[in-house]
């Protein structure tokens, strides 16, 4: 299979089949800093208390954190996604996940109990530090022909 290499993180969402509405009501470039803590909590608890906890609302959840802590290594960002995920998840998701390491243990809409492992955030990691990286590559190069 032929990897694909994607200009935005909005591009990427939509062509791996993930929330982008998600990011697009998110949008956390919104503000000069991003959202607070608060701000984040009290948005996804009003998201998440009309919406189903699925892989892919978790994955995209990720693919928002990785993408705003871009300069964390690998294990770091999934371990902070993890305690992200564990502080906030008696209040926001209403104890919907259990942990076993990084991996996440969740039920989905037809009881069925899923698990999303370390390595599935691992892909996602590499992915957007590759838009990252193209990302700067290409302001770079415009810089340099301007």
């Known amino acids: ?28 470039h919104f503000s000069l800093f991003g959202k607070t803590c608060n701000e984040e909590q009290i948005f996804y608890c009003c998201y998440f208390s009309r919406h189903m906890i699925t892989e892919r609302n978790i994955l995209t959840l990720f693919s928002i954190h ?36 990084c991996n996440i243990i969740y039920q989905n809409k037809k009881r069925e109990v899923k ?17 990252k990286e193209y990302g700067t590559n290409h302001n770079n190069f415009i810089k340099l022909v301007a």
């Not at 694909?4 to 993180?9: A, D, S």
């Open 1 to 28: 299979m032929k990897k694909q290499n994607y200009p935005t993180l909005t591009n990427y969402l939509a062509k791996t089949n993930k929330n982008v509405d998600l990011y697009r009501l998110y949008n956390p």
């Open 66 to 101: 990785t993408f705003l802590f871009y300069n964390i290594s690998k294990k770091e960002t999934i371990k902070s996604f993890s305690n992200f995920l564990k502080y906030a998840n008696h209040d926001v998701f209403n104890n919907a996940f259990k942990f076993r390491g």
């Open 115 to 131: 698990e999303i492992s370390w390595f599935s955030f691992s892909r996602i990691y590499d992915d957007i530090v590759k838009i």
